[in-house]
């Protein structure tokens, strides 16, 4: 986003720019001539239906939306922010690999004449509208997008942006016209329309008989092979898998904090505290002895922890507050200033290089200069976009929208709430020279101005060397074949984790470091670690199990996962038995009912939209049967989710009779729906048909 990317949080515009990215990488040579092929395949992150994804190109995607993602939360990158940077960019690179290569099937294109109406026409598509509409006035500027074409034509930087531009409003055109096409191959029938007001509306009273699956003890299940064989078959879909995962155990041993770290750290805070308020330099105190060295700035009510935020405000000029305790870290603060002030500003700036322009003395000169041309009523827009530097903002012609306190650098935050409406201020940042205008303040509330010190409560030497020692000792003890005694030996347990998948961080929610699960991917089933996995929280020895291959996922390893499903099959097939003896030479559910010893439950007004027996469970198999009965006949026996049933309807009560409109109406709710639902499931086609490779894994 330019030279101003840490100044301000432009996260539509970073998506922009990615989408950008992602379409000018999709679209364009991503393998470079010349280069051998076992070059090519040694630097691919993955191969979607043969088009390959190279490493330096994908990266600097990840390092784009990672770097959005820090600007929305603040901060620095974490480990989570760049997993989840990493899963983005691959979705977004599957899909739309995946969709260009259904337009260019189907022979979807667009005509250089319909471009041009894309753009300068009667209805110019969105992405120009919401670039070219004058912040001032709110109106589609013509003007300035003819004087950005004819930029273009000299100005390098500005053809290379308004060519990104075209490519975005083509691209979103194809999709457009590819979803047209899929949603008018989709409709919904009179008859579908009928079928669906009567599900939702044909109400159904009967009796049943249920004999649970609890009622038989699972200690008296005794569970086979053949058993686990046959709910394996009837089941396989549910044991599908898009992608390889592997079946671990492993052993945490705790390196938290203790109650002495805790202690510690109190008392090292308790000084700092003394030592803040008599304080001369508070930025430097800051930066000396905090860690998360927070700016010493003005902060408004909510941008604070809520300890702090529940005290400063309150509190007369010159008072330190704390120690309070937030997010593991003891923190204090000093109240430096208060006052009231604007809630958020609307503004637009030009951004010069210092560097560029030969120092911070000519930079400002320069600045001077454009300051006077908008004086004698230069349009802001155009000086913007023929002078700025800050490539994120300049295409909007300077405008910054609305921010708050917080998401600017110091100095120009300052300048931006301190001047008034209207001003045009020069002002200097670690960026450069900024030519400043503040167009609207909005709000007012107090803010207070604070020095921030926080030390984070860690494990200190001592808590960290016996938790090391503790591990290393069950490292040299532990094997494949005594993985779980050695554990349980030292009071702690072998977990396990059954799905671990190549680009997870977590082991069921214990954050766990990128090379644990590399190792696990580079092992063989029955491997146990040879060295320690250490977090922040705990050393870690892992042992691989199993290992299950994309598709549907051998009985072997899924059998611990499946053993309720089993039991319960094999209850089942008891209780079945039981239900049809009863069901035998009965002509009545209560005479069923009798039998077993039970008394028949009355149910009334049950739909087939909404199949669920009240105080029972969902039962989808057990109301379809119902609406498939004559009444006053007992049913068969009926497989549940929750036991084995008998049923017998009293009566059915049709619904009134559905009018034309209301069938129109009908028909327009279910095809919305319908269509909607399509594009999930023409992904989900695409997704099984394709030939993806993903080896992200050998890169993160």
């Known amino acids: 986003m330019g030279l101003m990317g840490n100044l301000r949080n432009r996260a539509g515009l970073v998506i922009f720019v990615i989408g950008l990215a992602i379409v000018a990488f999709l679209l364009g040579d991503i393998i470079q001539s010349g280069t051998p092929f076992w070059m090519q395949k040694q630097n691919e992150v993955g191969n979607i239906n043969g088009n390959g994804i190279d490493y330096q190109d994908f990266n600097a995607m990840v390092d784009q939306t990672s770097k959005q993602y820090q600007q929305q939360m603040g901060g620095s990158?974490?480990?989570?922010?760049?997993?989840?940077?990493?899963?983005?960019?691959?979705?977004?690179?599957?899909?739309?690999?995946?969709?260009?290569?259904?337009?260019?099937?189907?022979?979807?294109?667009?005509?250089?004449?319909?471009?041009?109406?894309?753009?300068?026409?009667?209805?110019?598509?969105?992405?120009?509208v919401q670039t070219f509409t004058n912040p001032q006035t709110g109106q589609f500027d013509r003007a300035y997008l003819a004087q950005v074409i004819t930029e273009s034509k000299s100005n390098p930087q500005i053809a290379q942006q308004w060519e990104s531009m075209l490519e975005q409003v083509r691209t979103q055109r194809l999709v457009e016209k590819y979803s047209n096409l899929v949603s008018s191959s989709v409709y919904v029938t009179a008859l579908e329309a009928q079928d669906e007001y009567t599900a939702k509306n044909k109400l159904a009273n009967f009796k049943y008989v249920l004999l649970?699956?609890?009622?038989?003890?699972?200690?008296?299940?005794?569970?086979?092979?053949?058993?686990?064989?046959?709910?394996?078959?009837?089941?396989?879909?549910?044991?599908?898998?898009?992608?390889?995962?592997?079946?671990?155990?492993?052993?945490?041993?705790?390196?938290?904090?203790?109650?002495?770290?805790?202690?510690?750290?109190?008392?090292?805070?308790?000084?700092?505290?003394?030592?803040?308020?008599?304080?001369?330099?508070?930025?430097?105190?800051?930066?000396?002895?905090?860690?998360?060295?927070?700016?010493?700035?003005?902060?408004?009510?909510?941008?604070?922890?809520?300890?702090?935020d529940s005290v400063v405000f309150s509190v007369p000029t010159g008072s330190t507050v704390g120690p309070y305790v937030s997010n593991g870290h003891y923190e204090i603060a000093k109240v430096l200033d208060a006052k009231f002030s604007a809630d958020s500003v609307k503004a637009s700036h030009i951004l010069l290089n210092a560097t560029a322009e030969g120092g911070v003395a000519k930079a400002k000169a320069k600045a001077d200069s454009i300051k006077g041309l908008l004086a004698k009523g230069e349009k802001f827009e155009t000086l913007a976009i023929e002078f700025s530097q800050d490539q994120g903002s300049k295409v909007n012609g300077g405008d910054l929208g609305t921010f708050t306190r917080g998401q600017m650098v110091g100095p120009f935050e300052e300048a931006a709430f301190n001047n008034k409406p209207?001003?045009?201020?020069?002002?200097?940042?670690?960026?450069?020279?900024?030519?400043?205008?503040?167009?609207?303040?909005?709000?007012?509330?107090?803010?207070?101005?604070?020095?921030?010190?926080?030390?984070?409560?860690?494990?200190?030497?001592?808590?960290?060397?016996?938790?090391?020692t503790k591990a290393n000792n069950i490292l040299s003890e532990i094997n494949s074949n005594n993985f779980a005694e050695v554990a349980k030996k030292h009071n702690l347990n072998a977990d396990k984790a059954t799905s671990l998948?190549?680009?997870?961080?977590?082991?069921?929610?214990?954050?766990?470091?990128?090379?644990?699960?590399?190792?696990?991917?580079?092992?063989?089933?029955?491997?146990?670690?040879?060295?320690?996995?250490?977090?922040?929280?705990?050393?870690?020895?892992?042992k691989t199990v199993s290992i299950s291959p994309k598709g549907?996922?051998?009985?072997?390893?899924?059998?611990?996962?499946?053993?309720?499903?089993?039991?319960?099959?094999?209850?089942?097939?008891?209780?079945?038995?039981?239900?049809?003896?009863?069901?035998?030479?009965?002509?009545?559910?209560d005479q069923v009912a009798q039998k077993l010893g039970k008394s028949a439950v009355n149910v009334e007004n049950i739909v087939l939209a909404n199949p669920v027996i009240p105080g029972v469970s969902f039962e989808s198999a057990v109301i379809g049967t119902v609406f498939g009965l004559q009444p006053n006949k007992p049913s068969k026996s009926i497989e549940g989710t929750q036991g084995i049933y008998a049923l017998q309807v009293s009566s059915f009560v049709n619904p009134k009779e559905m009018v034309e409109s209301e069938r129109q109406s009908q028909q327009k709710q279910m095809l919305a729906a319908k269509q909607q639902r399509s594009w999930g499931s023409i992904f989900k086609a695409l997704m099984d048909n394709a030939d993806i490779d993903d080896n992200r894994i050998r890169f993160y």
């Open 422 to 468: 209207g001003d045009i201020v020069i002002v200097e940042s670690q960026f450069g020279v900024h030519i400043l205008r503040i167009e609207k303040h909005i709000g007012n509330s107090k803010i207070v101005k604070l020095a921030v010190v926080d030390k984070a409560i860690v494990a200190g030497k001592e808590t960290t060397d016996a938790a090391y």
């Open 77 to 128: 990158e974490t480990p989570q922010i760049r997993n989840f940077a990493v899963q983005q960019v691959w979705n977004q690179m599957v899909s739309q690999e995946l969709l260009n290569s259904e337009i260019e099937k189907v022979g979807i294109s667009l005509g250089k004449e319909e471009l041009n109406d894309l753009i300068s026409g009667q209805n110019p598509a969105q992405q120009i």
């Open 552 to 589: 549907i996922k051998p009985l072997d390893a899924i059998k611990p996962e499946i053993q309720l499903g089993v039991t319960n099959l094999v209850k089942a097939r008891m209780l079945k038995e039981k239900m049809n003896n009863a069901l035998n030479g009965a002509s009545s559910i």
């Open 212 to 308: 649970d699956y609890s009622s038989v003890n699972d200690a008296d299940i005794k569970l086979t092979d053949a058993d686990y064989k046959e709910y394996y078959d009837k089941n396989k879909n549910l044991f599908k898998s898009e992608e390889e995962t592997r079946s671990i155990e492993y052993i945490l041993i705790d390196a938290r904090p203790t109650k002495q770290d805790s202690a510690s750290t109190l008392a090292s805070i308790q000084t700092l505290k003394q030592e803040l308020s008599t304080s001369a330099n508070d930025s430097s105190f800051v930066a000396i002895n905090s860690d998360n060295k927070v700016p010493v700035t003005f902060y408004k009510k909510g941008q604070l922890s809520p300890a702090l």
């Open 501 to 542: 998948r190549g680009m997870d961080n977590t082991l069921n929610g214990v954050d766990v470091p990128r090379e644990l699960v590399r190792w696990v991917y580079e092992s063989k089933a029955g491997d146990v670690t040879d060295k320690l996995f250490e977090t922040d929280e705990n050393f870690i020895i892992t």
